[in-house]
Each structure stands twice: as structure tokens, then as C-alpha cells.
């Protein structure tokens, strides 16, 4: 079963050159409206006139989610506030939140990726979704009850918590499918088991769509024997709109619908594209985004794309389970950074090069952390206060956009560790 | 014409790492580059290696192509004589004439000290020691 069969069985050919159109007014339009993704690709040299194919597209500037920190709230919008209609916000690091705005076109294809994605996993009319992911701020409530409703299922909007109310609701109204974190669900069966209810035994629970945290094959095979149900892994994050794709019944990788979202894997350490089936870091454009530009975002998500043709008959690309961030979240004095903040600040410094790893030590009851990055060999200078200046210029850049203070260490090019796949580059030698 | 008291210095970057200095040195030796003068600048972080060497353009080329971070610098060369008063005679002149000494060191000789500097203004500095009657390097010395 298909939602929109035309776009989800579109023939590849045909799919890359509504994508190029797409991108080529995407960017035509950024350019001329959009103050920052203009400035960015002036910046980087490029001109819409530039994007003459598909893979023209890999000449654009990138995207990351420090930009959209330093433009809270709404600096990198494309639209005036009056054409928003929805606000999401995710919770602040470093004490500053992310806004994301949704213009009425941002919702529509929002819920349009759910209702396929939905409809691939035999979810429709007649079936009963409890929605136990967080309504309000966070994206993942509200986004699968729009979906949710659009097919033609009953939503029962529980959030989260007060898990004993959701298991007699799960019970008295026939609950089929769940939408939450796969923890959660954990939880929920152990809650169960102790008030005398067996999931399998005595409710309706058919199906669950787990995401918004990592999750393993393994947990996959205990929560589906324990539960008797068929459990699907849904991607997507606040950026991207909110949760939007998942598995289809054959479960071999997530369904992109390639008309909203391009996606790229790159090499983390080179940037180069990679092949079909290499694993790498996801890049990603949303095609119809309207409120603000998501465009070769750096989600830090390593993943792989498979692009033939899915059993179901989908020809949209699949990306395969996340294995990890490159952006694992650190926490310092109580303070939370994340590696993109670091990698984002030293890409503007024009000495440091691409290569840079994070160590975190620990001395008596204090952390201390220490950057080490390659300097470009074009800008050594051989007297002693010039590279003490640069290297103080990094630790004050870093301060101000880590809010704490780090250690700057210049290695020449080559001396720091090369990766293949997931680049590991912070060094926690803490014993917590 | 280029000015041949300037000599070319080459400037070395040597992270803060063990062994770090003695790989470089690997890489002098093994391009037989002769060291005339030498002189190793270091903070806590790292250090700066500051060699004379005889074909400086080739041995920048060999240390180039094994990845370390190397860069020519323009300094001077002061014949000092075996006298007291030979450093302030320099620096004197220099200082006078407002142009500002970055870094130097010493290279003894087999009949002659000299003294290597470092300065804001190569070619002023020059003509200024040249007019009072301090002997310079010629590139041809080294």
C-alpha cells in the first residue's frame, strides 16, 4: 500500500531531475531572499548560475546546527513571523535553545512524510495510534499526530508519562499502534507486567514506531517476542520538521521521500561523497523548506544510503539504522558541548585546517579540556608571539561560542589521527 | 638584483610532542642538509626551529615534501669581531634608526661570530649597517 504511489515508485532517472528542479529553485530563491544562506554562498564562491546539475550540488556551502544558535531565534528566517505557524523549539546547550519555524507548506509536507511512512508500515484507517512521544515543544508529539490523523487513524495524544493511565487507555480503547522512544516502551511493558498485564495477552497492541534515540537489532528482537508486536524505526529531528520517515514493511532500511529531502553521505574526514552502501556522515537538504534554509545540513548522523529499488517497490533512497553521531554531546563543569560547536568555531579560523580531536581530562575535582588542531602549513609565521596570538585567538573564539574555557594546542598537518567511517575525535580519558 | 646580505632562514614548526624534534632532525640528516646556524625557539605549546643551511630553496623543497610545516624568512648576518662591544655596535645602530630586532642568535665560526637577526625592516636594517661599517654575510658564505 502506497500513499502516493506516483512519487514513492517514481523511476530514479526521473526522481534526480525533480530533484535538481527542486534544488534549483530552492537555491534561486535562498539567494535572492534568504539574507544568510546568500551571504554563505557568497562567501563560498558559489552562484545559483552555478547549479547546473544534480551534482552541482555538492558546490554548495554547508549547513550546521551551530548556525541555527546563532541566529535564535528567528534571524535565519526566510519568511516574515506572519507567515509562520507553528514554532518548535529543542532544549538549549550551552543555555541557548534552537527555534524552528514551520510555514503552512512546512506542515503540509511534514505530514504528508508521516502519512506515507505510516501507510508503508500498514498503518491507516481502523487502527487506534497512541502517541506517547512529548507533545509541545518537542517535535516528536505533535508531528506522528498530524500524521497519524492524516491517514485516518484514531490518535490517542497520551505524551509521555503517567504510564499506568496509558496502559488502561492502551487496554479500554483497542490501542493497535504506539508512536515513542524505544526506552519508553521498555518501560512501559515492565510497568505492565506489574500491574498483571501482559501487552501480548491483553491489549490490541499490533505495531510500534520507535525513534528519537538510538537503538539496537537486539532491542529490536526482545521488545517484538516480549510484546508480540512488529516494531519500525522512524528518523528525523527538530531541523528536518520533526520525525518523517521509517521503515516499510520489509524493514531494510529507513525510506527517504526524495522529493522533500536530498541526501548525501560523506566521507566525515575528506567531505568527499561517498558510494552506495558506504558509511559515512548524512548531509542533508529539506527541498521544501520554506521558513528557513536547510540546505547540505550537517546532521552529524553517520549512516549509509542504499538507493536500489526496495522490495516494496519504493525507489526511494534508504538509509540504513544510525549508528552513532559524530556529535556525541560532552558534558564540561556541568556544561554541555558538542563537538560540531568546536569543529564549527575552527572552520572559521583561516589558519587551522580540517583536522582537529578534543581530549577531557579530569584534575582533583575539575575538568579541563584541550583542543588540538592542525594548522595550515601557508599560515605559519616563525616568531613565537604571532603563534601565541593565534593560538589565544582560538581559545577565545572557542570561549565564546563553548561558554568555557579550553586549551589550544597547534599540531603541525599530519600529526593528528586519520579516521575511516566514524571519525572518533574527543578523547575522554575522565574516570567518572 | 636581489640584496645578497639577505640570507634565507629556514623556519621550522615543532609541535609540542616527544620526539617530534628528533624526526625533523631525521629528515635534515637524511637530505644530508648542512646546518650552518641554528637556534630553536619554544614556548610551552611548541617550538620553532630556526636553521641556516647551505642550498636553503632545496632543503625547503625536501622538508616540504615529507608534510612538515616549513617557511623561508629573510635575516641578516653579522660578522662580530672577536672584541667586546660587537653586539651593542649592531644592536646600537639598529636601535637608533628605529628598526625593531624580532629574534636573533649566535653561529661561531671557524674565524669569525656571527650573528644572525631577525628584523621588521631587512633592507633598511642592510643599508643602515652597511653605512656604519659593520661587516654582513654574503649569501655566498654560507
Known sequence: ?432 | MENENIITQLSIFVSNEPGRLAAIAGILKEFKINVKGLNLAESSEFGILRAIVDEPDKAYDNIRSRGVIVKKTDVIGIKMKDAPGSLFDAADVLGKAGINIEYGYAYSGRNLDYLFVRVDDTEGAIGILKKAGIELVKRSEI
Open chain 1, 1 to 432: 500500500m502506497y500513499w502516493n504511489a506516483d512519487v514513492e515508485c517514481m523511476p530514479v532517472e526521473k526522481m534526480k531531475e525533480l530533484q535538481y528542479r527542486s534544488f534549483k529553485n530552492l537555491i534561486n530563491n535562498l539567494y535572492s531572499t534568504n539574507k544568510f544562506y546568500h551571504d554563505r554562498m557568497r562567501s563560498a564562491g558559489v552562484l545559483p548560475d552555478d547549479i547546473r546539475s544534480l551534482d552541482d550540488v555538492r558546490k554548495l556551502p554547508f549547513m550546521y546546527k551551530q548556525d541555527l544558535r546563532d541566529n535564535y531565534p528567528t534571524k535565519m528566517f526566510s519568511v516574515p513571523n506572519s507567515e509562520i505557524v507553528r514554532f518548535h523549539a529543542s532544549s538549549g546547550t550551552s543555555g541557548k535553545p534552537t527555534v524552528v519555524g514551520y510555514t503552512e507548506n512546512d506542515l503540509e509536507y511534514w505530514t504528508e512524510a508521516l502519512a506515507r511512512s505510516l501507510t508503508s508500515i500498514g498503518v491507516g484507517k481502523g487502527d487506534v495510534l497512541q502517541v506517547s512521544y512529548g507533545y509541545g515543544l518537542f517535535t516528536g508529539g505533535l508531528g506522528l499526530h498530524y500524521g497519524a490523523e492524516k491517514v485516518g487513524a484514531a490518535v490517542v495524544p497520551t505524551g509521555t508519562g503517567n504510564t499506568e493511565r496509558q496502559l488502561e487507555l492502551m487496554q479500554d480503547l483497542g490501542v493497535t499502534v504506539i508512536a515513542c522512544t524505544p526506552s519508553y516502551l521498555i518501560h512501559m511493558n515492565d510497568v505492565a507486567a506489574k500491574m498483571g498485564i501482559d501487552i501480548k495477552r491483553d491489549t490490541c497492541l499490533k505495531k510500534a514506531v520507535l525513534g528519537a534515540e538510538p537503538w539496537t537489532e537486539s532491542m529490536r528482537t526482545k521488545i517484538e517476542t516480549t510484546m508480540g508486536i512488529r516494531a519500525y524505526d522512524i528518523y528525523g529531528t527538530s531541523e528536518l520538521a520533526g520525525p518523517m520517515f521509517t521503515e516499510c514493511e520489509e524493514r531494510d532500511g529507513i525510506h527517504v521521500g526524495s522529493d522533500i529531502m536530498h541526501v548525501e553521505i560523506l566521507d566525515p574526514e575528506t567531505e568527499e561523497v561517498l558510494e552506495n552502501g558506504e558509511k559515512g556522515e548524512l548531509v542533508v537538504t529539506l527541498l521544501k523548506k520554506e521558513a528557513f534554509p536547510m540546505v547540505r545540513f550537517k546532521i552529524k548522523d553517520i549512516t549509509s544510503v542504499v538507493e536500489d529499488t526496495c522490495a516494496c517497490g519504493r525507489t526511494s533512497p534508504r538509509i540504513s539504522r544510525i549508528t552513532g553521531r559524530s556529535d556525541d554531546m560532552l558534558i564540561v563543569r556541568g556544561i554541555n558541548v558538542f563537538p560540531s560547536q568546536i569543529e564549527y568555531t575552527l572552520m572559521k579560523i583561516p589558519e587551522i585546517g580540517n583536522q582537529y580531536m578534543i581530549e577531557v581530562t579530569r584534575e582533583g575535582a575539575l575538568d579541563h579540556m584541550k583542543i588540538m588542531a592542525e594548522l595550515k602549513p601557508e599560515m605559519f609565521r616563525d616568531k613565537v608571539t604571532d603563534m601565541m596570538r593565534l593560538k589565544t585567538r582560538i581559545e577565545v573564539e572557542l570561549k565564546k561560542h563553548l561558554e568555557i574555557a579550553a586549551v589550544v594546542e597547534l599540531k603541525a598537518p599530519g600529526e593528528l589521527p586519520r579516521f575511516e567511517g566514524k571519525a572518533k575525535r574527543v578523547i575522554d580519558k575522565r574516570v567518572m
